[in-house]
Structures are given as structure tokens and as C-alpha cells.
T-cell receptor, first 112, second 114 residues
Framework: QKEVEQDPGPLSVPEGAIVSLNCTYS??????FMWYRQYSRKGPELLMY????GNKEDGRFTAQVDKSSKYISLFIRDSQPSDSATYLC????????????FGTGTSLTVIP | EPEVTQTPSHQVTQMGQEVILRCVPI?????FYWYRQILGQKVEFLVS????????KSEIFDDQFSVERPDGSNFTLKIRSTKLEDSAMYFC????????????FGNGTRLTVT
């Protein structure tokens, strides 16, 4: 079983839609959760960083962590064509040797 | 905002040659990483580096690869005897406190081996 599972998509939505991106994980020790946005041929850009369970909001983006279900989500409100990218989830823990575990990424296209 | 910078942005080399990819991590970060991404595929971990030594490496990071922090700011990845299958994007990343703080990536070096 992979440490982190993420549906690769592709996901295609109309402009203005609410987008939900998700990852599941198997290691209950994970405490730190990240979402990255990656445009084609660019480096992953950190969007959201959360610790433990709960919600965190930043503008149109909301990150949600449910540690009991080992499930994290990223919601994008009022999606824009500029949100078209690949979204990667990543996670880490104090006892995983300073390593980060990535999902495979979900490709998102927002259609004008 | 501080950022990780990588040079060159694109490197073309012939099979069998050696290349050095360069990175300047965020200045107060202590943990440094190299990742690889073959076109259309997932981000793969290569190596992590802390306190002037390798802390962990993946199966990909064999004797063909080496890393170095030659001074207080640069972090390099050397690939010897390049092969066609080494063609990929190589990303440097850094973190302030390892797994307890977020990872920040550079924009990568696109390596093309011909």
C-alpha cells in the first residue's frame, strides 16, 4: 500500500465551480500536511501548510485535515482558468526522518 | 519572499558526460533535498542533506549521483556518466526544520541527455 494516495484525474470544471481535491494516507504518524500547485515545467509552489486536524483558509483556498479518517482535502472556491495546474499533496511527521511523502498529483483544468 | 533558486534552467548534455546542477536554498534553512520528475510522472525523492552529510537517499540515488554543499550557500547535484533515462526535471528544495516545517521548491533544471 502506498503511503499517500491521490486520484490523478484529470479533473475538468467550468470557471466559477468549487473544486475538491483529496488525498488519503496510511501512516497515522503524519502531522504536517501540504498542498502544492505545479504549473507545467515549473517547480511545485507551496499553497497551504497545516498541522494536525482542522481547517485552514487562505483566500479562495481551504485545506481540511481529518486525521481520524486519514483524509485531507483542498477546496478551491470560484475557480479560475489560472488555477489550471497539477495539485500535489504532501505530508510528513517528526518520526519519518525529515522526509516528505507526496501524492502523484491531480491534474485540474478550469474551462472559461 | 525568500525563494530557492536553481541554475541552469535547462541543461543539454551528451550521453556519458557529467553535469552539475546548482541550487541556492533559502538562506536560513537547514535541510536540503533533490527531487526528480520525469515528464508527466510523479515527483520522486532522490536525496536529503543535513549538517553537511546525506541523511537519506532513495534507490535512484546510486553511485552515479553525488551531492555537495561547497560553501555556505550553494547545494549541488552531480550526475556522472549521464544516460538517456536521466532526462528529467530536477528540483532542489529546502526546509527550515526538516519534516516539522514546509518544503520549498526551486523552479527546477530541465536536463536533456542526447
Amino acid at each position: 500500500q502506498k503511503e499517500v494516495e491521490q486520484d490523478p484525474g484529470p479533473l475538468s470544471v467550468p470557471e466559477g465551480a468549487i473544486v475538491s481535491l483529496n488525498c488519503t494516507y496510511s501512516n497515522s504518524a503524519f502531522q504536517y500536511f501540504m498542498w502544492y500547485r505545479q504549473y507545467s515545467r515549473k517547480g511545485p509552489e507551496l499553497l497551504m501548510y497545516t498541522y494536525s486536524s482542522g481547517n485552514k483558509e487562505d483566500g479562495r483556498f481551504t485545506a481540511q485535515v481529518d486525521k481520524s479518517s486519514k483524509y485531507i482535502s483542498l477546496f478551491i472556491r470560484d475557480s479560475q482558468p489560472s488555477d489550471s495546474a497539477t495539485y500535489l499533496c504532501a505530508m510528513s511527521a517528526m518520526n519519518t526522518g525529515n522526509q516528505f511523502y507526496f501524492g502523484t498529483g491531480t491534474s485540474l483544468t478550469v474551462i472559461p | 519572499e525568500p525563494e530557492v533558486t536553481q541554475t541552469p534552467s535547462h541543461q543539454v548534455t551528451q550521453m556519458g558526460q557529467e553535469v552539475i546542477l546548482r541550487c541556492v536554498p533559502i538562506s536560513n534553512h537547514l535541510y536540503f533535498y533533490w527531487y526528480r520528475q520525469i515528464l508527466g510522472q510523479k515527483v520522486e525523492f532522490l536525496v536529503s542533506f543535513y549538517n553537511n552529510e546525506i541523511s537519506e537517499k532513495s534507490e535512484i540515488f546510486d553511485d552515479q549521483f553525488s551531492v555537495e554543499r561547497p560553501d555556505g550557500s550553494n547545494f549541488t547535484l552531480k550526475i556522472r556518466s549521464t544516460k538517456l533515462e536521466d532526462s528529467a526535471m530536477y528540483f532542489c528544495a529546502s526546509s527550515g526544520q526538516g519534516g516539522n516545517s514546509p518544503l520549498h521548491f526551486g523552479n527546477g533544471t530541465r536536463l536533456t541527455v542526447t
